[in-house]
């Protein structure tokens, strides 16, 4: 970090890397909600908790959403998220192979599953179609080498670090922007007003930031999740009568 006082004593402090004012808004725009992705049809197991009762009011939302970020799947994407974006700076195919394969396979159920592997290939597909990257096709071959589909962590991943964004502001964005999707479908599901939707995000703001910094630290060797009860959620949520969720 560099630190920059000003004048009126005011200190802001940047990346010494600073993300250019481009490509800051290309991932705006990928993280988006109007980006084409699907977020919107996937609660990650929430519609099934808010049916047995365990997400019921904003403070229950914003513990559950803490246990997703920090100990389910915001810790083991985001730790796949870092791996794949090193690797695609160092030119390392092997590397990104590894993240894409680990990233596939590391989910408790179907759904999540589904979750992650279609919000991805969407990704990609939206990227090639309107936002043409550099040097894009080199990864997507090894993509397809693995015979995997890429998962949705992987895929923001690789075009964050082809357009130079660093790992700590993409991962950060990354995990805010499925804080924010969670959060929206809370606010249908429980439901709560948009107030309590936004306080609901402000509480969550500082717990993205930690759990951002985790996954950039923690060692490969101890990749996994312990959100038993998202697990659980997730799983009842595949014969759950009534859905209107995918996930």
Known sequence: MAVIRMAAGMVIRTELNCVSTHALTRLLAWLSPSFPVGGFSYSHGIEAAVEQGLVRDRTTLIVWLDGILR????RTDGMQFAAAHRAVLAGDEAGFAWAVERADILRASAET??????????????????????????????????????????????????????????????????????????VR?????????????????????????????????????RAMAVDWTSMIHETQYTRLFRS
């Open 189 to 225: 599901l429980v439901p709560l007003g948009q107030t309590d939707g936004q306080r609901a995000l402000a509480a969550l703001d500082p717990i993205t930031h930690l759990a951002a910094d985790a996954a950039l630290t923690a060692p490969l060797d101890d990749l996994g999740g």
């Open 71 to 74: 100990h389910g799947a915001g």
């Open 113 to 186: 599953a589904l979750e992650s592997r279609a919000q991805g290939q969407a990704f990609l597909l939206a990227i090639r179609a309107a936002w043409p990257l550099d040097g894009l096709a080199r990864w997507d071959a090894v993509i397809a080498a693995t015979g995997r589909p890429v998962a949705y962590a992987v895929a923001v991943a690789l075009a964050a670090a082809l357009i130079g964004v660093a790992e700590g502001p993409a991962l950060t964005a990354y995990l805010h922007a499925f804080a924010a999707n969670l959060v929206s479908a809370g």
